[in-house]
């Protein structure tokens, strides 16, 4: 579904992707683990069109996305949940999730958005209980929810989820870990970027090892999850293990 192929990215000068290679199949959920700085969260934004590679390539269903602008990569299908959930704070949890479809022609809402809401809701349904809210006095753990039902909203096939346990205490964090799994129900594949690697790994069918800007190590997660050197390097205590000790 997604090929990246010997991807470089730079701000300004400084080279963040070294040539990140990795691909996505259709319905697959993919970890992309590495410690602070790797470039996890620069390949995300390659791909969804916030950032230009210098070179490389990527190809998204068989066709290059290189240089298109982003709202031509949501409409082709790839949505980015941000780090940090970058909701609009000051309107209500409805508006933000009426501002993830945005790109449609009237027609395309009048058609749609009520049947998307109400499939969003019923995925997270805290997100109809706090319609009104204004939803920067929800918890991290509802905003968090918003942010992934806000991307929902364009109908992707692909979801790239940066860092969505960011600041969550462990009972949100396991919310959220629980959800992701349950959009394979719903035709979507998730690229996901997490700092948590073992809560990663334990949803996740196959991950890559960023490393300085390279991906250095694939396999499937229970692969990575029993090697030494993965373990050594990348994983603390997983999100089940903290919530058992709560
Ligand atoms: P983290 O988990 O800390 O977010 P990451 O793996 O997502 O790390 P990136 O944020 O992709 O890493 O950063 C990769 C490299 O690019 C780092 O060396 C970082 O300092 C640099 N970088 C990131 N954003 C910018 C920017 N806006 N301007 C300049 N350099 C940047």
């Known amino acids: 579904m997604l090929v990246v192929r010997s991807a470089e990215t730079y701000y ?10 990795l691909h996505v199949n259709e319905g697959e959920i993919v970890a992309l683990i590495g410690a602070n700085g790797a470039g996890k969260t620069t390949t995300l ?20 996305i290189v240089g298109l602008p982003p709202e031509a990569i949501v409409r082709a299908g790839i949505s980015q949940v941000p780090e940090g959930r970058r909701l609009f704070t000051t309107l209500s949890v409805r508006d933000n999730l009426l501002l993830g479809a945005y790109h449609l022609s009237w027609r395309e809402k009048r058609a749609r958005v ?11 349904p805290v997100l109809r209980e706090r319609a009104d809210q204004v939803s920067g006095t929800l918890s991290g753990g509802e905003q968090q929810m918003l942010a992934i039902g806000r991307a929902l909203m364009s109908r992707p096939r692909l979801l790239l989820l940066d860092e969505p346990s960011l600041g969550l205490a462990p009972r949100a964090a396991r919310t959220i870990f629980d959800a992701i799994p349950r959009f394979r129900g719903q035709g979507l594949t998730v690229l996901l970027v997490e700092q948590n690697a073992r809560a990663a790994l334990q949803i996740a069918d196959r991950a890559y090892v960023l490393e300085t800007g390279r991906a250095v190590m694939e396999g499937s997660a229970q692969e990575l999850l ?4 993965v373990q050594r390097a990348y994983l603390g205590r997983g999100y089940r293990q903290v919530w058992e000790d709560e």
């Open 12 to 21: 300004g000068n400084i080279q963040a992707l070294k040539g990140v290679s």
């Open 45 to 64: 934004r390659t791909i969804s069109g916030m950032l230009a590679p210098r070179r490389g390539e990527i190809a998204f269903g068989g066709r290059s």
């Open 114 to 124: 009520r049947g998307d809401l109400e499939r969003i809701c019923s995925l997270f």
């Open 226 to 229: 029993s090697q030494r050197e």
